[in-house]
């Protein structure tokens, strides 16, 4: 019904910066809420992600505290996209980023939550 795609992740220095997006797409009839996740290395349950940051359809947002200062998340609600803006990039942020959305499916209140395949942040030193 729902698809999320990332982009945006790679290879970046410390100190660098990446912009990564999420779009929805399929069956979205408005976005409640998108958030981003990593995915420490080492793990694997989807229990151990972390929030990074998070955006609600009236843009209030939220971050981890190890990310308050050098990331800012924002949406465009008619690419139905959300995007993190990563700055001041430390090896210690080297994840696999994840976006997660609740997105309204059909005007009788429907909604439909997962998770996108991931993209990933490497940051050397």
């Known amino acids: 019904q729902v698809q999320l795609v990332e982009s945006g992740g790679g290879l970046v220095q410390a100190g660098g910066s990446l912009r990564l997006s999420c779009t929805a797409s399929g069956s979205v009839f408005s976005i409640n809420y998108m958030d981003w996740y990593r995915q420490p290395p080492g793990t694997r349950d989807v229990v151990q992600r972390e929030l990074v940051a998070a955006i609600t359809s009236g843009g209030d947002t939220n971050y981890a505290d190890s990310v308050k200062g050098r990331f800012t998340i924002s949406r465009d609600n008619a690419k139905n996209t959300a995007y993190l803006q990563m700055n001041s990039l430390k090896p210690e942020d080297t994840a696999r980023y994840y976006c997660?959305?609740?997105?309204?499916?059909?005007?009788?209140?429907?909604?439909?939550?997962?998770w996108g395949q991931g993209t990933q942040v490497t940051v050397s030193t």
């Open positions: 997660n959305a609740e997105v309204k499916i059909s005007d009788d209140g429907s909604t439909w939550n997962g």
